[in-house]
Nanobody, 113 residues
Framework: QVQLVESGGGLVQAGGSLRLSCAASGSISSSAIMAWYRQRPGKERERVAFIGVSATSYADSVKGRFTISRDNSKNMVYLQMNNLKPEDSALYLC????????WGQGTQVTVSS
């Protein structure tokens, strides 16, 4: 069973950057689509980005600011977040797309104005 551990969140000022990491304890196929999601208080979980073998896709709200990448040799997925905005504040989680693995605890991102 794959376990996912997210890290890299924190408190940052608007306009700042963070790089999130997702470590998978088990082996994930290099062809599996992996994604980053976020959960904001009172709102449904939303997918912000996903990455396939070579293609990526982003939610309109983060396009041009976030970059998803992966290192299959290390079973890692990353999310580089630039020009952060207060509305990006959320709990960030990774999973496959569609989500098939148990959710990790996520990593909290807080952006102050």
């Amino acid at each position: 069973q794959v376990q996912l551990v997210e890290s890299g969140g924190g408190l940052v000022q608007a306009g700042g950057s963070l790089r999130l990491s997702c470590a998978a304890s088990g082996s994930i196929s290099s062809s599996a689509i992996m994604a980053w999601y976020r959960q904001r208080p009172g709102k449904e979980r939303e997918r912000v980005a996903f990455i396939g073998v070579s293609a990526t896709s982003y939610a309109d709200s983060v396009k041009g600011r976030f970059t998803i990448s992966r290192d299959n040799s290390k079973n890692m997925v990353y999310l580089q977040m630039n020009n952060l905005k207060p509305e990006d504040s959320a709990l960030y989680l990774c999973n496959s797309f569609p989500a098939r693995f148990d959710w990790g605890q996520g990593t909290q991102v807080t952006v102050s104005s």
